[in-house]
């Protein structure tokens, strides 16, 4: 028999469907992480995360390269506001822009490079190192 009353709550009827990650959390996620590859210039994360954090961060240095207001103000919304360095003289956007930006200049994309750096030891998930390409 069909249980009925809420949804999503623990008790007679158990949890039917609750999501465990969402959208919003997955935005969040590479917004953290294209930040740190932003700041250190390489980050290791699983595989299907390094393919959507190359994508973005494709699209970061797209928007440095142009280096107009516009694209200053798109990339602020994907990158966080924090700083590279202990003695905080620049944020992740401003090296983005007048680091990462300007090395790029004669490039025509394919910024990043995904390479496979084998499994994981935990639960054995595929790992890679996204990096900036030279």
């Given at each position: 028999m069909k249980t009925q009353g809420r949804h999503n709550v623990h008790g007679k009827g158990g949890v039917r469907f609750k999501a465990a990650y969402t959208a919003s959390k997955n935005k969040s996620m590479l917004r953290n992480v294209v930040t740190q590859l932003i700041i250190s210039e390489h980050v290791t994360?699983?595989?299907?995360?390094g393919k959507q954090v190359s994508a973005l961060a494709d699209r970061l240095v797209t928007y440095a390269k142009k280096g107009d207001?516009?694209?200053?103000?798109?990339?602020?919304?994907?990158?966080?506001?924090?700083?590279?360095d202990k003695t905080e003289k620049q944020t992740a956007l401003q090296k983005l822009f007048s680091?990462?930006?300007?090395?790029?200049?004669?490039?025509?994309?394919?910024?990043?490079?995904v390479l496979k750096i084998g499994n994981r030891r935990g639960d054995n998930a595929m790992m890679t190192l996204v990096s900036f390409v030279d």
């Open positions: 994360v699983t595989q299907t995360v207001l516009s694209a200053r103000r798109q990339a602020a919304r994907i990158v966080r506001d924090v700083y590279t680091v990462i930006g300007p090395r790029y200049q004669s490039r025509n994309g394919g910024y990043t490079s």
